[in-house]
């Protein structure tokens, strides 16, 4: 065999290669259906794409979600600024034309649109953003929530810090989904 029998096989490999890292990610999709009662209450934000709109945010960062009853959720965001005081702002979520929430309590699919626009803007229709729970840990320790560009990442945690294993699972699911790890950062949280 020559060595340019050889480089035909190896040039098309790393063709291969290429085109395969060059393809896009698989199309994000938002979990079909969420039980809105049980994801209800505090969580923390343990890992996160960093993001203009949280810049003042250096840790201690939680939500705290509340369903209103009709249809519509209270979100209360709360985070620790460098100056160590708490920076506060309170939102609304609501189902986008599409998602409907059945009377057993179940959001279908799990999508969301947020708004932290006061209450007397909200009617206009802007500023409202996606907020997809994309993976739920079975039994509701964490989430992890985006959209479909997945320009934004959070992954919340009901407790202010992830175990190894739980970390290492997560980032599987995010290589998985497609997102790219590299601005992947690390939430500080206080323990409590």
Not at 26 to 45: C, E, I, K, N, R
Not at 136 to 151: F, H, K, Q, T
Not at 161 to 175: G, N, P, V
Request: aromatic share 10%; charged share 15%; net charge positive.
């Amino acid at each position: 065999m020559t060595a340019l029998s050889l480089a035909w096989p190896l040039a098309l490999a790393l063709a291969s290669t290429c085109a395969a890292a060059q393809s896009p990610p698989p199309l994000l999709q938002p979990m079909p259906s969420l039980d809105v009662a049980s994801y209800m209450g505090t969580w923390y934000q343990v890992l996160w794409y960093p993001n203009r709109f949280q810049k003042q945010c250096v840790a201690d960062t939680t939500a705290t979600y509340r369903d209103l009853g009709n249809g519509t959720v209270e979100v209360t965001n709360r985070c620790r600024t460098a100056d160590g005081s708490t920076d506060s702002v309170v939102g609304m979520a609501r189902p986008p034309a599409g998602v409907s929430r059945i009377d057993a309590g179940q959001l279908q699919p799990a999508r969301l649109e947020v708004s932290f626009l006061p209450a007397w803007l909200r009617w206009t229709g802007i500023g409202w953003g996606d907020y997809w729970v994309v993976d739920l840990a079975p039994d509701g320790r964490y989430a992890i929530v985006s959209e479909a560009s997945r320009r934004y990442l959070w992954v919340l945690s009901r407790k202010p810090a992830l175990t190894l294993d739980d970390d290492q699972s997560i980032r599987k699911t995010l290589q998985a989904l497609g997102f790219n790890l590299a601005p992947l950062q690390s939430h500080p949280q206080t323990p409590r």
